[in-house]
């Protein structure tokens, strides 16, 4: 069994308990104590133990190294899980070969396999004072303890710094936020890890609304800035501003916490005038529904991957999925004639673990062709209700009735890595949300009442019709430009002008009145406009 973990990714910003770590890595205690005694550190000396995601990502590639490098005093490689370890004293045997030479045998922690190990003279007499004394094989020397995993108070210790005293309560918060979506909580942590850098790791409980202050001020600061000079772009700013007040009033009500200032949160507010001064940066780049079906039909479909992909990015442009959910999608998710697909929270990798109901979106139908025909393609390979609609390759093989359904895609990799081959084709570089950038734009043009555009929010799983206008599909300054250019046009006419235009050519303003003035300027100025007679043509 190898125990290599390389596909077990610990979120660097996150903090987890004991039986946190047991469960991501499927290992028991004794593993992680072992492991404790290897290096890795945890957040402080309290109990019970918190270990910083950091920390076990450093921890776990140090490992990995280990195994690719002579081996110390005292530490064993196990030829069955590979790993590089100082066993438990308690499995330690040793003994010689017939030659004479000195060896011990001993039990992998990892994994139990039996290792051993031929030792020179030196090493021979520590392990035998390891054995008299009862210490650790990791500590024969200074040389056996892993580098420090830059976590301390020491401002040039380490380039970069990690701080830990804010961890306990960090890992109270996730308890806290587990409500939310994932992706929510994590960017909630960035902003507090942050600011955590920013007071050179002040505990929390010692933050003051003069520290909150500054570094509001420099948050403002770097929205003036290039992103190529570390600058930040607006909703950034405002995000990180936003999580910070918001965790601030938490955590006033905190045991431990209920002497901070309560001005504090207000102290992240952001000056208006200054956010208006800062010139917004460059909205997300999105292709025309136009574009992006040109792109996708453009999509090589020679192989069954291929045509998955292909498939994928036309889906993504029917549903306004985002990527999480449109890669979790089981078949019996869709009605094919009804032409629609259920977001299912409890199935599928949805945002904020929302459920809802998507009716293909109109105008869409080029898409709708190439998705459609990815169905009929899967289910002619027997796949059935039970199944994914974009499962891995390997999956798409014709089974029999009692084979196991065939299983979504575990990540959106896949869906992303479709998408930046469906942009290159058109020379562009679009992200998968691009897609719903490019349905709101599409709303745009084909809704004319308030009740049209709050459908169309509403099939983009948006409970607002605001959350759409600010978020998705803003105007481009070009089509900005060229629309007021229009407008400034002497044939356009408010609907007002054109009533008092029609009533002009219907003779029901009296001569000599203003408004048959104003009325027949209004006709003249238009067919001047038009180059004929003919206003309504």
């Not at 299912?344 to 898409?367: C, I, L």
């Amino acid at each position: 069994m190898t125990r290599a973990y390389r596909k077990t990714r610990p979120t660097g910003t996150l903090v987890y308990s004991v039986e946190e770590v047991q469960a991501l890595y499927e290992v028991c205690r004794n593993t992680i104590s072992n492991w404790v005694k290897g290096g890795l550190r945890h957040s402080d000396a309290s109990q019970p133990q918190r270990f910083r995601g950091a920390e076990l990502q450093r921890f776990h590639e140090t490992r990995q190294e280990r195994t690719r490098r002579a081996l110390r005093h005292g530490e064993f490689k196990c030829m069955g899980c590979g790993a590089a370890e100082f066993p438990e004293l308690q499995s330690l045997v040793l003994g010689a070969t017939k030659s004479g030479t000195a060896h011990a045998r001993a039990a992998c922690p990892e994994c139990q396999a039996m290792v051993m190990k031929l030792l020179g003279e030196t090493e021979c007499d520590s392990i035998k004072n390891s054995l008299d004394t009862n210490t650790s094989l990791a500590r024969i020397d200074e040389e056996n303890v892993s580098d420090p995993a830059r976590i301390g108070k020491d401002p040039g210790s380490r380039e970069s710094q990690w701080h830990t005293h804010n961890d306990r309560v960090i890992h109270e918060l996730q308890a806290y936020a587990g409500r939310y979506d994932r992706k929510t909580m994590i960017a909630h942590l960035v902003s507090m890890r942050d600011f955590e850098q920013f007071v050179q790791g002040k505990p929390f409980e010692k933050v003051t609304p003069k520290n909150a202050g500054a570094y509001r001020d420099r948050l403002v600061e770097h929205g003036r800035l290039l992103k190529k000079d570390g600058g930040l772009s607006n909703s950034t700013i405002r995000h990180r501003a936003s999580h910070l007040s918001a965790f601030f009033n938490w955590l006033r009500n905190q045991d431990g916490f209920r002497r901070l200032s309560g001005n504090i949160p207000d102290y992240f507010l952001l000056p208006r005038g200054t956010m208006a001064r800062t010139l917004p940066r460059d909205d997300k780049r999105y292709p025309s529904i136009e574009d992006a079906l040109r792109m996708v039909q453009a999509m090589p479909s020679r192989t069954l991957q291929e045509r998955r992909d292909k498939a994928m990015v036309a889906f993504a442009f029917v549903s306004g999925l985002r990527a999480g959910a449109l890669t979790s999608l089981w078949l019996k998710h869709l009605d094919m004639d009804g032409k629609t697909v259920v977001q299912d929270a409890q199935e599928m990798r949805a945002k904020n673990g929302k459920s809802f109901r998507v009716f293909w979106f109109p105008r869409t139908d080029g898409f709708q062709k190439i998705f459609c025909e990815w169905i009929a393609e899967i289910s002619a390979l027997g796949l059935t209700a039970q199944d994914a609609v974009f499962p891995e390759v390997k999956d798409l093989i014709s089974g029999s009735e009692d084979s196991p359904p065939v299983a979504p895609l575990k990540t959106s990799r896949a869906f992303q890595t479709a998408f930046e081959r469906a942009s290159a084709t058109i020379d562009e570089e679009y992200s998968p949300h691009a897609a719903r950038h490019t349905l709101k734009a599409l709303g745009d043009k084909l809704c004319r009442t308030f009740e049209e555009r709050n459908a169309w929010s509403l099939n983009l799983g948006h409970s607002t019709e605001r959350i759409t206008e600010t978020h998705y599909g803003k105007m481009p300054d070009q089509r900005r430009a060229g629309i007021i250019e229009n407008l400034s046009a002497e044939d356009v006419l408010s609907e007002d002008e054109k009533e008092l235009v029609m009533d002009h050519y219907e003779n029901r303003f009296p001569r000599g009145t203003s408004e048959f003035r104003i009325a027949r300027k209004l006709a003249r100025r238009r067919e001047n406009a038009r180059g004929d007679d003919d206003l309504f043509e």
